[in-house]
């Protein structure tokens, strides 16, 4: 009988234990702010596909002042320097929502469509055929 009850009361301890739920949502919410390390830059009708490295050029946006820091560390020649878009500085951003599409103004330029997910932003200049995608990584 001990040895039923026993059985029983581990039954059921582990039932409880598996079915618990864990109801802390660490992911973190998909955000703009913070640093952007360039990491590649494809498009255009020369069909450009240059890489970056991890730091050559960093953008950090910073949405409660609705600026742009560029770090650029490039050498100012060369393509790579060309497409990776922005010198460096700090730039005035601006981005306008259209139902579930926004875009990226930079310095009242507009510079692209966002695709933003949690550790990857593209930015789409979305001009047919001739168009640049930077993508940036956390």
């Known amino acids: 009988m001990k040895i ?3 059985s029983l009361l581990m039954v059921l301890s582990l039932v409880f234990l598996t079915s618990c739920n864990n109801d802390d949502d660490s992911t973190q919410p998909e955000t ?5 390390n360039l990491s590649k830059v494809w ?10 490295n991890q730091g050559e050029v ?3 946006f910073n949405l409660n002042n609705n600026t ?3 770090e650029n560390n490039l050498v100012t020649t060369g393509p790579e320097y060309i497409y990776a878009g922005l010198e460096s500085g700090t730039y005035d951003i601006e981005i306008i929502q259209s139902g579930e599409t926004e875009t990226l103004y930079i310095d009242n330029n507009e510079r692209g469509v966002l695709i933003l997910t949690e550790n ?12 640049f995608i930077r993508e940036l990584k956390r």
């Open 43 to 52: 498009g255009g009708l020369q069909g450009i596909n240059i890489d970056y």
């Open 32 to 36: 703009l702010n913070g640093i952007w």
């Open 120 to 131: 990857n932003l593209k930015i789409d200049d979305g001009l047919a055929a001739d168009g």
């Open 58 to 60: 960093k953008w950090d």
């Open 68 to 70: 742009l820091t560029v």
């Open 4 to 6: 039923g009850k026993l």
